[in-house]
């Protein structure tokens, strides 16, 4: 008769733990790429403003 119940204990904690690893990766890398994101929005508004600018002040409408 065996009273040893560590074994699932630490099995379910080294589960947890992965799992709050895994998930603080994803939303770092998440992170990442929605900060890259952005600056490509601000990146093409800055460049269709440009052309908008250019083209109201130049050229025959």
Not at 5 to 31: D, E, H, P, R, Y
Request: proline share 0%; no cysteine; aromatic share 12%.
């Amino acid at each position: 008769m065996t009273t040893s119940t560590s074994g699932s204990t630490g099995t379910s904690f080294w589960k947890i733990l992965a799992i709050v690893i895994g998930v603080l990766i994803i939303v770092s890398i998440g992170w990442s790429l929605v900060k890259a994101f952005m600056w490509i929005a601000v990146v093409v508004l800055v460049i269709i403003g440009l052309f908008t600018v250019a083209k109201a002040f130049g050229g025959k409408s």
